[in-house]
């Protein structure tokens, strides 16, 4: 992506853009595994990411989790909250407990809201079916999944949840 469509990604979310990303994968045998990343977008597109956020991504459970039993998750935003209350082990939990994706990521999101009520999150949690489902404050996120038989990435939109 060039410099151009880089400011026109800032301009677009109204705030800096975050240098920080995660995939959550299940393969056939319904292994679950997730990666992330922590890079800084000067590097990228020549300008800086937000400030802060290097810490909360080796601390397990934080801005990723996974257990083949039920699914995983990844996380990112206010990584200082986030290592308090490890919201993607909470979501995984709730998987186990019979929560839906959606449901168990709303629930991590508002166990933070609770405390600290203007915090920014975007939680995205897949079973191991590989259905997916999100939850976030601060803004409207989007994210990506591609799945299965798909042909082409499906773009999904995620509202901010309330308390």
């Known amino acids: 992506m060039g410099r151009a469509a880089a400011v026109a990604a800032r301009h677009v979310f109204d705030r800096p853009a975050?240098?920080?990303?995660?995939?959550v994968a299940v393969e056939a045998r319904a292994e679950v595994a997730h990666g992330w990343c922590d890079r800084n977008l000067e590097d990228f597109f020549g300008f800086d990411s937000l400030g802060g956020g290097r810490g909360d991504?080796?601390?397990?459970?934080?801005?990723?989790?996974?257990?083949?039993?039920v699914g995983g998750c990844g996380a990112t935003c206010d990584g200082d909250i986030m290592m308090r209350f490890l919201p993607c082990y909470q979501a995984v939990e709730n998987l186990r407990q019979g929560m839906d994706r959606t449901e168990a990521a709303e629930d991590a999101v508002r166990r933070m809201?609770?405390?600290?009520?203007?915090?920014?999150?975007?939680?995205?949690?897949?079973?191991?079916?590989?259905?997916?489902?999100?939850?976030?404050?601060?803004?409207?996120?989007?994210?990506?999944?591609?799945?299965?038989?798909?042909?082409?990435?499906?773009?999904?939109?995620?509202?901010?949840?309330?308390?």
């Open 18 to 23: 975050v240098g920080l990303f995660g995939a």
């Open 57 to 69: 991504g080796p601390i397990t459970g934080s801005r990723s989790y996974v257990d083949s039993d």
């Open 113 to 163: 809201l609770r405390k600290y009520p203007d915090m920014s999150s975007r939680i995205v949690v897949v079973d191991k079916e590989g259905d997916h489902g999100g939850a976030g404050s601060g803004w409207t996120f989007t994210y990506a999944h591609r799945g299965g038989s798909m042909n082409a990435t499906e773009v999904v939109e995620v509202p901010p949840v309330e308390l």
